[in-house]
C-alpha cells in the first residue's frame, strides 16, 4: 500500500499518515481500543489512494466518520494529535515536555474516585479552558490547579478536595497497600484489575496462587487442610465436632487455611513495604487478621476492603458464567457447594463489620470501582489539611 503523506498548511510539515497516531487520539477521546483501531484501519482504507491530505481535511474526514458510527459526544471530544500545530504541550517538573493527554487526564480523574464518564467530561473542560486561552505549554502543577477549579465549579467542594487529596498522595512516594477480600465468585480478580490500572499499580498478587505455590512445597498428605478450597478446608480438620453447625464448621476450616497463607501473604506485604512500592493483595484469604501482621510504624496507606454480592441468585450466576468462560476453574463443583460458598461469605462479612473494615457490594463493577476509589482517597484523607497553593504550588 503507497504512502499517504499528511500536510500541515501552516508550515508545510509533510508526514506519513500512522494509524498509531490516529488510534490514541480516539482513545483519548473516549473510545475504545479495539474501536479506535477498527476506525483508524477505515480511515486508513479510505486514504488509499491518496497521495496527501491536509490535516485539516483528515480531521474532517475522521469527524465526519466518528459522527457516522459512535455520535456527537466522541466526535465532539476527538482532537488530532501527531499532526496538528496547535497542540498543546504539557511541561513536568523535570522540564520535559508531552502533549496533553486525555486518557492520561482521564485515569488521573479516576484515580480519585470519579466515574469514566465524569472523569472524561471534567478532563474535556480542562482542555477547552486551555484552548480558550490560547496557551501553547502549560506546566503541571499549573494543570492540576486548574483541574481543580474545574472540579471544584463543576462537581463541588467533595470531588475537588477529593482530587487534591490524591494529588498530594501521588507525589508523597508512600506505598498504597490494598487488601480486598471476598467470598469465591465475587469479583475480586477482576475488581482488582481494574483498581490497578486506574492507580497505577503495577504489583498485584492473588492469595489462591500464594496458596497454589505452597501446595507444590508441602503435599496434602503433610498438609491437607492447604490441599482444599477456602469453603470445604473443614473436611480435613482433625477431631472436627459432629455437633457443631456447618457454619462454624466453615468458619473453623476457613481460619485454619488462613493462618497458614498469612505467612506469604505477610512476607508479600512486608517486601512491598520494604521496597516502597504499591500493593493490591486480594483473595479470599485476605481476613482482618492480616492486618495484625502489618508495621504500623511505616507511612504506607493500608486499607482493607470486603467485597460481596448479596443476592444469592446473582451470585450463582456468576459463578455458573465463570464456569463458562474459564471451565478450568471449576463452575459446577462451585453451584454444587454453593451453600458453604454463601455461608463463608456470611462469616467474611461478619468479621470485616466487626473490625469496621468497608464492605462494597459488587452488583456493578464500574460503581464498585468507583466507590473502592473514594474509600481509598478516604483513608488518604485522614489528617489531611493541604491547600491547593501548597499542592501545586503557585506557579
Known sequence: MAKTYVIDPSDGTR???LRGILVRS???????????????????????????????????????????????????????????????????????????????????????????????????????????QGLPEVSTSRLGHLTYICLHQHL?????????????????????????????GCGKSTVATEVAHRLGVVRTQSTDMLREV???????RLLPVLHTSAFDAWTALPARLASQDQEGL?????????????????????????????LILEGVHVHAS????????????????????????RLKKRLRGRGKRAPERGGKRYLSHFE?????????????DQHGIPIIINDDREKATVEIMRTIIDVMAEGFSGTPAEVFGHD
Open 26 to 132: 480516539l482513545h483519548d477521546a473516549g473510545l475504545g481500543f479495539d474501536d479506535a483501531y477498527e476506525l483508524s484501519t477505515q480511515v486508513r482504507q479510505e486514504l488509499a489512494d491518496a497521495d496527501e491530505i491536509t490535516t485539516d481535511d483528515l480531521h474532517q474526514l475522521v469527524l465526519e466518520m466518528l459522527q457516522k458510527n459512535y455520535g456527537n459526544e466522541i466526535a465532539d471530544a476527538y482532537q488530532p494529535s501527531g499532526y496538528a500545530s496547535d497542540r498543546i504541550m504539557v511541561r513536568d517538573t523535570d522540564g520535559q515536555v508531552t502533549p496533553f493527554a486525555h486518557s492520561l487526564h482521564v485515569q488521573c480523574l479516576e484515580s480519585c474516585g470519579l466515574s469514566t464518564d465524569q472523569a472524561r467530561l471534567a478532563s474535556d473542560h480542562v482542555y477547552q479552558h486551555l484552548m480558550e
Open 156 to 184: 463541588g467542594h467533595e470531588v475537588a478536595r477529593r482530587y487534591l487529596v490524591w494529588e498530594e498522595y501521588s507525589h508523597s512516594e508512600r506505598p498504597l497497600i490494598l487488601l480486598l477480600g471476598g467470598a469465591t
Open 290 to 313: 492480616l492486618l495484625d501482621y502489618i508495621d504500623r510504624r511505616e507511612d504506607a496507606v493500608i486499607v482493607p476492603i470486603m467485597l460481596a454480592v448479596l443476592k444469592k441468585d
Open 15 to 17: 508526514v506519513p499518515f
Open 340 to 352: 458453604r460458598i454463601w455461608d463463608l461469605q456470611t462469616y467474611l462479612l461478619s468479621e470485616a
Open 250 to 278: 466453615i468458619a473453623d476450616g476457613y481460619r485454619s487455611q488462613t493462618e497458614l497463607l498469612s505467612v506469604p501473604c505477610e512476607a508479600v506485604i512486608q517486601r512491598a513495604l520494604k521496597e516502597r512500592v504499591s
Open 214 to 220: 505452597m501446595r507444590q512445597l508441602l503435599p496434602k
